[in-house]
């Protein structure tokens, strides 16, 4: 019969560094979808861009066209950030 070697035991306290950087990616996309968010709730509506009842045509259209653009890059600084495939166990 083989002998098994046997495999020292690992520390239960060592955080495995992959799922560290996963945590650490859950924790930017919140951070900075909240930041987005935030940006967008004070200028629409805090500062009143977004009201039609307290704003003017221009001053919506630079809204929106902010709001649009500004998720465009949210979503593209997403898709960056998760693009990259975690390696298989």
């Known amino acids: 019969m083989e002998e098994e070697q046997e495999k020292p035991p690992e520390d239960p306290n060592k955080m ?3 799922l560290f950087h996963f ?3 859950i924790m930017r996309t919140i951070f900075i979808g909240f930041f987005w968010m935030m940006i967008n709730v004070f200028l629409g509506l805090y500062l009143g861009f977004a009201v039609p009842e307290e704003s003017t ?3 919506m259209i630079f809204f929106y066209v ?3 653009v500004s998720m465009l890059a ?5 898709w960056r950030l998760w693009r990259k495939k975690m390696s298989a166990p």
Do not use: A, M
């Not at 949210?74 to 997403?78: A, D, I, R």
């Open 74 to 78: 949210f979503l593209y600084l997403v």
């Open 66 to 68: 902010w709001f649009g």
């Open 23 to 25: 945590l650490i990616k």
């Open 57 to 59: 045509p221009g001053r």
């Open 16 to 18: 495995d560094y992959e």
